[in-house]
């Protein structure tokens, strides 16, 4: 006997899943040091920045928090190494600003929604959808998402930080799926990493979908999602649910 599935639980990815960095980051960067006396070009602060995140991820994975960080030094030290790497080696002229950016990154002026996240999201509530939230983020993540107007959508906000481990560890799924007492067939999964987001929630047995940009998408990846399963915008994302939706499960 065919029954319909039906779509119980939707998580969520936030950073270019449902809101975006205002200005680049070498900007932010640039604007702040200039504030404190330093010149460095946004270019090459940019540049740096991607390198130190780079770096500190691979050597302090899920923000040193098993190795005794917080997220917050994680992040200062992140910045430091970005100016560093830039030509600035005064680790007390960045000190400040340092602190700075990483109190001015929780303040909605630093963010920017994606368009038709609010609607998008009010529109699966609507349909009796519950919301969660799985990222990558650290302890700020609550606060910007409730300066934004976007908290009070979400059932609840697990991030990477509070649950221990990050995407694609099925664990941070799974730990999803408990909180909201769903199994993973009745849930699904949206954000725009393919490793992280579309990968990571497959392999606990959620549904998922790709949020893709108008750059073009690697041919691996675009080979190896279904063209239903990727959402050139969020406004794509209910009709992807009503198709998913109208599938026959058999039992």
């Known amino acids: 006997m065919a029954h319909r599935l039906q779509i119980r639980l939707l998580t969520w990815d936030v950073k270019d899943t449902l809101l975006r960095l205002r200005h680049p980051v070498g900007e932010e960067y640039a604007t702040k040091a200039r504030?404190?006396?330093?010149?460095?070009e946004a270019a090459a602060l940019g540049h740096a920045f991607?390198?130190?995140?780079?770096?500190?991820?691979?050597?302090?994975?899920?923000?040193?928090?098993?190795?005794?960080?917080?997220?917050?030094?994680?992040?200062l030290d992140v910045v430091l190494h970005t100016f560093q790497l830039a030509g600035v080696r005064d680790a007390q002229a960045v000190a400040p600003i340092a602190e700075r950016l990483y109190e001015d990154f929780c303040k909605p002026c630093s963010w920017q929604l994606l368009e038709g996240a609010k609607a998008t999201l009010r529109q699966c509530r609507e349909r009796g959808v519950r919301l969660a939230v799985v990222s990558n983020f650290d302890r700020r993540l609550e606060d910007i998402l409730r300066a934004l107007g976007l908290r009070e959508h979400f059932d609840f906000v697990l991030t990477s930080e509070a649950a221990g481990w990050p995407k694609p560890d099925p664990r941070i799924f799974r730990e999803a799926l408990r909180l909201a007492r769903?199994?993973?067939?009745?849930?699904?999964?949206?954000g725009d990493s393919y490793h992280c987001d579309y990968k990571g929630a497959q392999a606990v047995g959620m549904h998922s979908f790709l949020v893709v940009g108008p750059e073009p998408l690697d041919p691996a990846v675009k080979g190896s999602v279904p063209q239903e399963c990727l959402l050139p915008s969020l406004s794509h994302l209910l009709p992807a649910l009503d198709r998913l939706e109208g599938s026959p499960l058999e039992l």
């Not at 504030?35 to 460095?40: R, T």
């Open 182 to 190: 769903v199994d993973p067939a009745g849930a699904a999964h949206i």
């Open 50 to 75: 991607r390198q130190a995140y780079r770096t500190q991820s691979h050597s302090f994975p899920n923000y040193g928090l098993s190795q005794g960080l917080t997220s917050r030094q994680w992040w």
């Open 35 to 40: 504030a404190h006396g330093l010149e460095v």
